[in-house]
């Protein structure tokens, strides 16, 4: 089979996210498609996927010209897709998710939930995908959750497979397996186009590329002669950094001190279990590990917003355990949460509103009970041309801004005081190499300032660029300590797996 | 009992401190309920309450059951006392809410038997009439769940049930019940095709259609009632669906003619939730229901239309809606008089809520409702030295506490933004 | 509205609170969404009102088949007469004038109680009962002591706020505390307080002297809200109340738009979480929003017992509370929106008033017609497909859900 | 009313007769109802107009009454002792303009230019009768009552009705029992609400199950959602209120035993012939068994659970209370 995009071409208000892009697949064959934030790569696949309507181009299988009105008619075409955000029904098990729209059924309308079931183990046992079928899927950690992603394509006997960043939350074991289901795929003659923003993956995996920017191709490249360096300026449109430059550290007195720390979840069940360590003023530590095993309550109940069950928290000598975030935030503490949309910002709010979000209730920006506006303005446009935000304004809403963007809204917030402490979570989650090289700069004269700074990223390798000191945490606990220049990505990788 | 035992065994308590905080509270409050029953109701009491378990002419009848207030205040109160150390101690894990529906049932067991001290009172009555004031709650709490479980809030509850009822008063007098009750029902799905348009099509917020519909529908029944049927009674004068025993089954004792000797409008109750319990959760239209409500963007990735999804479930739940609405009219007084939903409609919003969603837990708390609300209306005539006031806020009172105390955090099935597609 | 226009991406929450941007005192005014889109919208609403009030018409609906040239001219002359009748009663003299800011009072300080909530996040649906309780805090007021009445008026005031408030605040307590929906336990409480002062109005403290009925004392005149133009007519109604409303609002702007209390009130109702992250304590918040709103329905209360009725009566707050609600969503949850909200209903009530006094159409036809406009305002894209008007406006998105 | 709308019955300017409805408004089936009728039967046999305004609100009393004295009424007439206040101010604002005002009676003095006739009625002593009579037709030895909200012109009916029966008790010996109100306590059955026809089946409900088979609801419409009980059950009989609901409720006019007649339409009629007579007074008026402004209708279909004996005495017991021989407030 082969896929051709013809002269697709999408408008958005004040934005053309694809501008006549022409591009094709055929089956066996592995192509990635690379792209800054924001260059049109999953409006492509959404458009190839049937989900959103050209405005110009066409879709062409073996010759045919197609016209989807929507999913299912590309599904029928034999189009499968794993979105950058699963598309799954978290209540739902992973058997109901899996036939979701192409039901088993008994008669009349009745589902036929052990034919479900017996469909998921066959394909689970075909490619070494193993879930249990009964399971729910939010209880499920999300390297299990994409498996069942990719066993609902393969339910649906795709032959095109697209899969949009299915790596940016993968540990580097987890990478491997996923490389080899790929190859599997390939090997039985399915085309697979492969988003990602790591350059290593592309280079490792991929038969063709493709680079977008600004929503056209930009260029093609062989990965037996390209190289990261050069795919990178490909994208962004000039030479970016990779590498994090930073002086060795010499770490002054601890900041934060965490001893014998335990946290619940929401369920109620250990999800930090006895967690002891510090941070020291001029020290980048690292938290390494997979998404769900504890990092989030761990930062959670440093920053004052999860109970502690149990130990003590002291920052500058002071006990914090259980303050709350006002007095945490008091204490010179920074906190980029995890979810820069759930709680570092209020996206109807505008941009100075969001500046102020945690200092509003002092000196200079209100006096009792009277907000000063003007002072926020004043400090909203410093910290936006300090810290380069892209934006027209500062009156307007953060839901206008660019993922990467908001995230910078954020950094600039937290940055821009003087503070003695930063907790970072994902700093740089769902950002273009650019923001992240910018990022990564801040993070460092944090700490060559004098702060102490704790980092909690599930990526491997910018836990490893960034930290002076890395701790892993798997289950609850803290599993090893190691220096960066001591260990490599692959042993960390077993302990985030849970080896010891 | 299992894991109460193996909770206690453990060294030390693996209560969170959150349970903990809760677990003190209710224990105060078994505590508290202890002692009130044992001083108001305890030493309250010198007679017996006796309570009416069959009515006149039921085929099989059993003897009334005669209990001495001041007695079952004591047990009462000792089996409270209990469950407040157990509480402290231990905690009843996950039975805690239905150790605690029991103990509150035991309150209220306890304050009927002081209320109807030295008389007595028919408790076939009284769970008769829960019954059927649970009915519209019922109707209106499904057709809310209905659409919330497509991601549709419907605060018009009200106005389709009124709607309901003023079609039902009018059809059945011009065309007969049938007739009404099928009209009734169109009446409540065309009102909610108009908020599915509303809020699907034009994302019009999904509260503001819904307030808009109840404004809308209540106007428009008050104008035309006082411009048509105050001038012609005729069109106000609907036939009412009579009660009828299902054969054999009417005849159990107490179950019987509270449960199967009802009119239509009580079986249709019954029908409704068996079958969108069934539906909801056993077939396809249910499992993509579902899908569409908790996560549009899945459905619409394996080609579930998401639109048309919404739009059919809004009408079936405004079909629901308008049917039961008509229960009012020709299922209890056959004429409509202008805003006699009288809130129910908000009520089987709170039932459905209360009910987290689900049908069985709908029409469990439109019971819970239709009992406070049929004590109401009982304990008025037993002698007590309440205020009518106070016991006409009973019902009211009673949802505060049971949501407050019982559900805590309920979580809804559904994103209800409105789902945009390109 | 700003210059750029929003993209929400597919997996980015809606922007739900976009109309506050142009509230913090920045961006432009729009003046189509803002004047030519409600103009048109109430233009709707009486066009469609009109069918309504045609099809109530039995006689003429029958001479359609007979005559329709004379059923044609009857139907417009009804429709001539009742609007007629409804412009001259909320607009036309002094006494109309009047009457609509008399009744215009109390939904403006109703409806802020609820735009308040909206603005938190929080459906406040209890406005009625909040009504109620704050009404009577006044009346004890009232009759009860004797003072002069620079201090007596504004005593009285501050016992409605305060009976509203702690009313409202059980709501936001529950909410806090055990994620009771608001939505419930205030439609619960509406209940409870109308049943209340059923009960208290058979209390003797509260009964008027020598009578049985349930009517409360009368408040003493120190403590009743002058009337503002009773110079040239005894009979002209409006009274302090509407001052103290427009006031009301203002502060309310300041307060939600100008003070840190208010950035906490608002952030809390756009996102919960941020707010907790950002240091806020968010049981107390919703305990004080609540209670804010309660003392501003209080005030709606106080507005009925010591302005415009002098007394207390079962149910005296009627349906304002409910009114209410279509108030602060047609005003957008906006103060400024919100008065200009109530000046319309307030002359609708008026105009109706006079309408069912001179004509055939009952007053109930009010409501469809406030109903029909609510709608048209809240879908600007209908509007825009009717009358093909070009307009930024967005439809208002007031509501989260049940999200707890 | 029976005309094609509630709003006006015109004729030539022969007068006119206003009426100002509390918040029940003009289709209450209850007082507002029954004022209007008188207000209406005036109008025609005196060749005047009645026009009506429904008040949705307290605070539409005031309006409502002024645009009526701008209107040259010459009479207007107000419904219900809430607009006591509103009908005391603008009697004293407007000396020229007459009014009278159904169920209530001003303190001496309070009416400066006595231009106000009150118009109450002593419900109780027909209750008492009705009571009497079901004392001695019920089978059960139960008959029940309940009110829409504890308030005199609802209790008054519920007290007479209780003394009734206590009275047929301590005649002859028995032992009925009446549920739902104690005249001692004045605490008892209310539905809360003149609205709730519902509530009005479900009282009739519970008072049928503790074994009631006749029942007084004093509710306003309320009690035509216990009429329909009463006509789909068959096994209890209704006593109305106010107006005579064999006549009034035609659909189940077969389930009233009797009702308690208050005809405050005769009252409203008389006071109209008055003002339009040019005879108009501001003295009480007080309806009575004795002058016919209180009683108790007919048993139409009933009538063979009524013997002769049982009609003889209710003769002479309206005779005894008329003479104070029998004392209906014990
Ligand atoms: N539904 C939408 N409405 C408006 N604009 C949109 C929408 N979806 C995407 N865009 C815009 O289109 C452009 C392309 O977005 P797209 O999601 O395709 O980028 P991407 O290449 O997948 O980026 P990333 O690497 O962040 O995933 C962006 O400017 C985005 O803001
Ligand atoms: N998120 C929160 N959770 C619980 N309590 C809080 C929270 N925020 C503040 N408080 C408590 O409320 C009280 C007042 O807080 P407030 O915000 O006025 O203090 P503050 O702003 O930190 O003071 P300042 O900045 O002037 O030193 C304090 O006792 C604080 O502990
Ligand atoms: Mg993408
Ligand atoms: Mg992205």
Redesign the interface.
């Known amino acids: 089979m082969k896929l051709e995009l013809k002269g697709i071409t999408k408008r958005f208000p004040g934005v053309v996210a694809n501008d006549h892009v022409d591009l094709e697949i055929e089956t066996g064959e592995i192509l990635c498609l690379l792209g800054e934030n924001g260059a049109g790569k999953s409006t492509l696949m959404n458009i190839l996927y049937g989900l959103y309507s050209a405005d110009e181009g066409d879709i062409v299988i073996d010759g045919k010209v197609q016209n989807f009105a929507g999913p299912g008619d590309a599904i029928a075409a034999g189009i499968g897709m794993v979105h950058q955000h699963f598309m799954l029904v978290p209540v739902f098990t992973v058997a109901e998710n899996v036939v979701l729209g192409v039901e088993p059924m008994r008669s009349a309308g009745i589902l036929d939930l052990d034919e479900a079931r017996r469909d998921v183990e066959a394909i689970s046992n075909q490619y070494n995908l193993a879930v249990d079928p009964n399971a729910v899927i939010e209880e499920l950690p999300v390297g299990i959750q994409q498996r069942v992603e990719i066993i609902k394509v393969l339910f649906r006997d795709a032959e095109i497979l697209v899969f949009d960043e299915p790596t940016a939350v993968l540990t580097p074991q987890e990478v491997d397996e996923f490389f080899k289901i790929v190859d599997k795929l390939k090997q039985d003659g399915k085309g697979i186009i492969f988003i990602t923003h790591k350059l290593k993956e592309v280079l490792e995996i991929a038969d063709r590329i493709a680079v977008l920017r600004r929503g056209a191709v930009v260029g093609t490249a062989d990965p037996a002669t390209a190289t990261e360096s050069g795919l990178a300026e490909m994208m962004v449109g000039r030479p970016v950094d990779l590498m994090v430059h930073k002086a060795p550290s010499h770490p002054g007195e601890a900041v934060l001190s965490v001893s014998d720390l335990t946290v619940m979840n929401i369920q109620g069940r250990k999800a930090v279990d006895g967690v002891s360590f510090e941070v020291r003023r001029n020290e980048i530590v690292g938290i390494a590990g997979v998404q769900g095993n504890g990092q989030t309550e761990l930062v959670e109940a440093l920053t004052g917003l999860r109970e502690v069950a149990g130990g003590t928290v002291l920052i500058q000598g002071e006990d914090h355990t259980d303050s709350n975030p006002r007095q945490i935030h008091n204490a010179g503490v920074a906190h980029v949460p995890e979810d820069r949309q759930r709680s570092g910002l209020i996206l109807g709010f505008t941009l100075t509103e969001n500046f102020v979000l945690d200092s509003y209730h002092a000196v200079p920006f209100s006096e009792g009970i009277k907000m000063d506006w003007k002072a926020s303005r004043e400090e909203a446009n410093r910290l936006i041309e300090e810290f380069d935000v892209r934006t027209p304004s500062s009156e307007i809403p953060a839901s206008n801004l660019s993922g990467g963007n908001q995230q910078k809204v954020i950094v600039a917030r937290e940055f821009g005081r003087q503070v003695d402490l930063v907790i970072a979570s994902q700093p740089t989650r769902g950002v273009d190499v650019g923001s992240i090289e910018f990022i990564h700069e801040r993070i460092v004269s944090e700490r060559d300032a004098g702060s102490a700074v704790l980092i909690v990223s599930t990526e491997l390798d910018e836990v490893m660029a960034l930290s002076d000191r890395i701790l892993v945490m798997f289950d609850g606990r803290i599993v090893a300590e190691k220096r960066p220049e001591e260990t490599t990505n692959a042993e960390l990788g077993l302990y985030m797996a849970g080896a010891s | 009992m299992g894991n109460v035992t193996a909770v206690m065994t453990r060294p030390t308590d693996s209560r ?4 903990l905080r809760r677990s003190r509270v209710l224990a105060i409050v078994y505590l508290v309920l202890a002692l009130l029953v044992l001083w108001a109701f305890g030493f309250g009491s010198e007679g017996s309450a006796t309570f009416v378990i069959s ?1 006149p002419g039921d085929a099989i009848r059993v003897g009334d059951i005669s209990v001495p207030g001041a007695g079952l205040a004591f047990v009462v109160a000792a089996v409270l006392a209990f469950l407040g150390a157990r509480q402290w101690m231990a905690g009843f894990g996950s039975k805690t809410n239905l150790v605690l529906a029991i103990g509150l049932g035991l309150v209220a067991l306890s304050f009927l038997a002081w209320a109807a001290d030295g008389a ?3 408790l ?3 769970l ?2 829960a019954i ?2 649970a009915v519209p709650i019922t109707f209106g709490a499904v057709s809310g769940l209905l659409c919330e479980r497509t991601g549709i ?1 419907n605060i018009g509850i009200e106005g389709m049930l009124l709607g309901g009822a003023f079609t039902g008063a009018i059809v059945g007098s011009t065309l007969g019940a049938t007739a009404a009750m099928i009209a009734a029902a169109l009446v409540g799905g065309l009102l909610a095709l108009l908020l599915a348009v ?1 809020t699907v099509k ?8 819904g ?3 109840n ?2 529908v ?3 029944t ?7 049927l ?2 012609n ?1 005729a069109l106000n ?1 609907a036939p ?1 669906m ?2 009828f025993g299902i054969p054999l089954l009417a005849d159990i004792p107490l179950i019987g003619p509270v449960l199967f000797d009802q009119n239509i409008f009580v079986y249709a109750m019954y029908l409704l939730v068996a079958i969108t319990t069934f539906t909801l959760f ?7 229901t ?2 569409v409500g ?2 549009p ?9 998401v639109y048309r999804t919404k739009y059919r479930n809004v009408i079936i739940g405004g079909l629901v809606a308008g049917f039961g609405g008509a229960y ?1 009219t020709i299922g ?4 409509f ?4 939903t ?2 129910r409609g ?2 089987g ?2 039932a459905m ?2 009910g987290r969603w689900h049908p069985v837990g709908a029409v469990s708390a439109a019971l819970v409702f239709g009992l406070a ?2 004590l109401q ?2 304990l ?2 037993l ?3 309440i ?4 016991l ?2 009973a019902p ?2 009673v ?2 506490v049971v ?3 019982l ?8 994103d ?3 789902y ?3 | 509205m700003s210059d750029v226009t929003p993209t929400s991406k597919p997996d980015q929450p809606e922007d739900r609170s976009s109309f506050v941007a142009d509230v913090t005192g920045v961006g432009r005014i729009d003046w189509r969404s803002n004047i030519l889109i409600p103009a048109l919208a109430i233009l709707s609403a009486l066009v469609v009102g009109a069918i309504f009030i045609a099809l109530g018409d039995l006689d003429t609906l029958r001479l359609w088949g007979s005559d329709p040239g004379r059923a044609l001219s009857e139907t417009f002359g009804t429709l001539g007469d009742a609007y007629g009748a409804l412009f001259r009663g909320a607009l036309g003299g002094i006494n109309p004038i009047s009457e609509t800011l008399t009744r215009a009072a109390p939904l403006i300080l109703a409806g802020l109680a609820v735009a308040v909530g909206f603005q938190a996040g929080l459906f406040n649906i209890g406005a009625n009962g909040q009504m109620l309780i704050g009404g009577m805090f006044a009346l004890v007021v009232g009759f009860q002591f004797d003072l002069p009445l620079l201090i007596h008026i504004p005593l009285a005031i501050v016992a409605a706020f305060i009976g509203g408030a702690l009313w409202g605040a059980i709501p936001g307590y529950l909410r806090a505390k055990t994620g009771a929906h608001e939505v419930i336990t205030t439609i619960m409480l509406n209940f409870i307080a109308l049943r209340l002062v059923d009960y208290l109005l058979t209390v003797k403290f509260f009964q008027l002297e020598g009578r049985n009925d349930p009517v409360s004392k009368s408040v003493l005149d120190s403590a009743r809200y002058p009337k503002l133009i009773e110079f040239i007519n005894p009979r002209y109604r409006v009274h302090l109340g509407i001052i103290i409303a427009i006031l009301v609002a203002v502060g309310v702007w300041w307060l939600l738009y100008r003070s840190t209390i208010g950035f906490e009130f608002r952030a809390v109702g756009a996102n919960p979480d941020g707010a907790r992250y950002a240091g806020m304590n968010v049981v107390f918040l919703y305990v004080a929003v609540m209670a804010v709103a309660g003392g501003l329905a209080g005030l709606a209360g106080g507005d009925q017992v010591v302005g415009t009725l002098g007394r207390a009566t079962s149910g005296f707050s009627g349906v304002i509370g409910f009114d209410a609600i279509a108030l602060a969503l047609l005003g957008r949850s906006h103060p400024f929106g919100v008065v200009a909200a109530g000046l319309l209903f307030g002359g609708l009530a008026a105009g109706g008033q006079a309408m069912q006094a001179t004509t055939n159409v009952g007053i109930d036809i009010v409501q469809v017609i406030q109903a029909l406009i609510i709608v048209f305002i809240a879908a600007p894209a209908l509007i825009k497909a009717i009358f093909r008007v070009r307009a930024e406006a967005e439809s208002a998105q007031v509501s989260q859900g049940w999200a707890t | 009313g029976g005309d094609d709308t509630a709003e006006t019955t015109t004729a030539e300017d022969g007068g006119l007769i206003c009426e100002v409805t509390d918040v029940g408004g003009v289709d209450d089936k209850g007082f507002n109802a029954s004022a209007w009728a008188g207000a209406q039967r005036a109008a025609a046999d005196f060749g005047a107009e009645a026009k009506v305004l429904e008040s949705q609100a307290e605070t539409d009393y005031e309006v409502n009454l002024n645009s009526f004295i701008d209107d040259d009424c010459d009479l207007i007439v107000t419904v219900g002792f809430l607009l006591g206040d509103a009908t005391q101010t603008a009697a004293n604002a407007n000396p020229e303009e007459s009014f009278t005002i159904v169920d209530f009676a001003y303190d001496e003095g309070v009416i400066e230019n006595n231009n106000v006739k009150g118009l109450v009625f002593n419900t109780d002593e027909a209750a008492f009768l009705a009571g009497y009579a079901a004392a001695a037709v019920t089978e059960t030895g139960v008959v029940g009552t309940f009110g829409g909200i504890n308030i005199p012109p609802v209790t008054i009916f519920m007290d007479g009705f209780v003394r009734g029966v206590r009275y047929y008790n301590s005649e002859k010996g028995t032992d009925v029992q009446v549920l739902g109100w104690d005249p001692d306590t004045q605490e008892g059955s209310f539905t809360n609400n003149f609205e709730s026809l519902d509530d009005g089946r479900a009282f009739a409900q519970s008072l049928v199950d503790e074994g009631a088979d006749i029942v007084m609801p004093v509710a306003g419409p309320v009690g035509l959602g216990s009429a329909a009980l009463a006509s789909e059950l068959g096994t209890f009989s209704i006593v109305g209120v106010d107006v005579d609901g064999f006549e009034a409720d035609s659909n189940n006019a077969g389930v009233y035993l009797t009702s308690v007649l208050k005809r405050i339409d005769n009252a409203v009629y008389a006071a109209s012939d008055d003002a339009l007579n040019g005879s108009f007074d501001g003295s009480l008026y007080i309806g009575t068994l004795e002058n016919e402004g209180v009683g108790i209708a007919p048993f139409h279909d009933k009538a063979d659970m009524v013997s002769s004996e049982l009609q003889a005495e209710l003769d002479q017991l309206q005779a005894d209370i008329i003479s104070g021989a029998v004392d209906i407030k014990s």
Do not use: C, H
């Open positions: 969170s401190p959150a349970e009515r007595s009172f028919s076939v009555g009284l008769q009439e059927k004031r809030i509303l034009y994302r019009v917020d999904q509260i503001i259609a307030v808009v519909i404004i809308f209540l106007g428009l008050s104008f035309y009632t006082s411009q048509f105050v001038a009674p004068n009412i009579r009660a056993r077939t396809r239209w249910g499992l993509r579902r899908a908790e996560k963007r899945a459905a619409d990735t394996v080609g579930i239309n009012f209890s007084v056959g004429r008089d202008e805003n006699m009288a809130g908000f009520i919003l709170a809520i209360f609300d049929s209306v009982k008025g005539i002698d007590t030295p205020p009518s006031e106070f006409a806020m009211y009172l949802t505060i949501v407050a105390g559900v805590g955090r309920s979580r809804p099935p559904s209800y933004t409105a945009v597609k390109e």
